[in-house]
């Protein structure tokens, strides 16, 4: 059997953070590919190099990407059709 | 006194002047991954090149392996900074590929089962300068490394060589690919270390 070739969502907490000041792997998000609705911490991500590539895990399509380069942080939300972000007072 | 450590003397034993700047020389073969690794049985595998004026060329397992076979010895450079010198492969050359292709178009999409795709000027993909190859060091290529069949344009960063290809669509207008519309350069040439864009 295969070794399992990726990590959960969770794995995005930590480069994500660099970006948003809320830990958004408990947003919920609507996959663009097939609707399923979950947390960002359930999709299946790929990486870390060349980037992070987290992907559905209903239909395997990409949800986001995100690339660190020494300057910049490219975060691509293709595969999503909105993200519910808790916010806590 | 001597105090500073033999370690920290000299140039790094890994320069070389085949290795573009920024770039390190590995010897085992790094498997970097997008998603899921594709199983295509070879009775189902078929490589097309699509025109800009949609005409289809289509090729089985059995039709590309009758094509004439190259053999090239390239080295590779991963955008990730990783090099490899001297890796051998078997496939055939675009341009036998593309010989009774007519097309006026510039660019060049390749697509891949799986999903993947990479952009380039068509250009880059003739002249001697790109292969779709099944064989690697002898043996037939792994899944893990794109087999049946990937791309392999080693003068790009090896983003460029698209595993587990499927096709490659002429187009009249450049089309950026998964990872050029994700933050990486749009076209990569190591030796002007064009890793993201802006570069």
């Known amino acids: 059997m295969d070794q399992l070739d990726y990590q959960d969502g969770n794995a995005l907490a930590g480069p994500l953070s660099e970006i948003f000041t809320l830990d958004v792997t408990t947003a919920v998000g609507t996959c663009a590919g097939c609707g399923r609705r979950g947390t960002l911490a359930e999709l299946r991500v790929y990486g870390p190099e060349p980037g992070l590539v987290a992907r559905c895990p209903g239909c395997e399509e990409v949800v986001l990407t995100l690339v660190r380069g020494p300057k910049d942080a490219w975060l691509d939300l293709r595969g999503s059709v909105s993200l519910r972000i808790p916010i806590t007072e | 006194m001597g105090i500073i450590s033999r370690a920290f003397q000299g140039r790094p034993r890994d320069h070389d002047e085949n290795l573009p700047p920024g770039q390190y020389l590995v010897h085992d073969f790094p498997v970097l991954s997008a998603g899921p690794t594709p199983r295509v049985p070879l009775d189902r595998w078929e490589f097309s090149i699509d025109?800009?004026?949609?005409?289809?060329?289509?090729?089985?397992?059995?039709?590309?392996?009758?094509?004439?076979?190259?053999?090239?010895?390239?080295?590779?450079?991963?955008?990730?900074?990783?090099?490899?010198?001297?890796?051998?492969?078997?496939?055939?050359?675009?341009?036998?590929?593309?010989?009774?292709?007519?097309?006026?178009?510039?660019?060049?999409?390749?697509?891949?089962?799986?999903?993947?795709?990479?952009?380039?000027?068509?250009?880059?993909?003739?002249?001697?300068?790109?292969?779709?190859v099944h064989e690697y060091d002898g043996e037939e290529l792994a899944p893990a490394h794109g087999g049946p069949a990937r791309l392999l344009v080693p003068h790009l960063y090896l983003w460029k060589s698209a595993k587990w290809i499927k096709g490659i669509r002429l187009l009249n207008e450049d089309w950026p690919g998964f990872w050029e519309t994700a933050g990486y350069h749009n076209y990569g040439d190591p030796w002007r270390e064009q890793r993201y864009q802006g570069d």
């Open chain 2, 51 to 132: 025109t800009a004026e949609g005409e289809v060329h289509r090729w089985s397992w059995q039709e590309f392996q009758a094509l004439p076979q190259e053999t090239p010895t390239v080295d590779l450079h991963c955008v990730t900074k990783w090099s490899k010198f001297g890796t051998g492969w078997k496939g055939v050359s675009l341009d036998v590929l593309m010989e009774d292709v007519e097309s006026a178009a510039e660019y060049a999409l390749a697509y891949s089962y799986g999903g993947y795709t990479t952009n380039l000027p068509l250009e880059d993909l003739l002249d001697g300068k790109a292969w779709i």
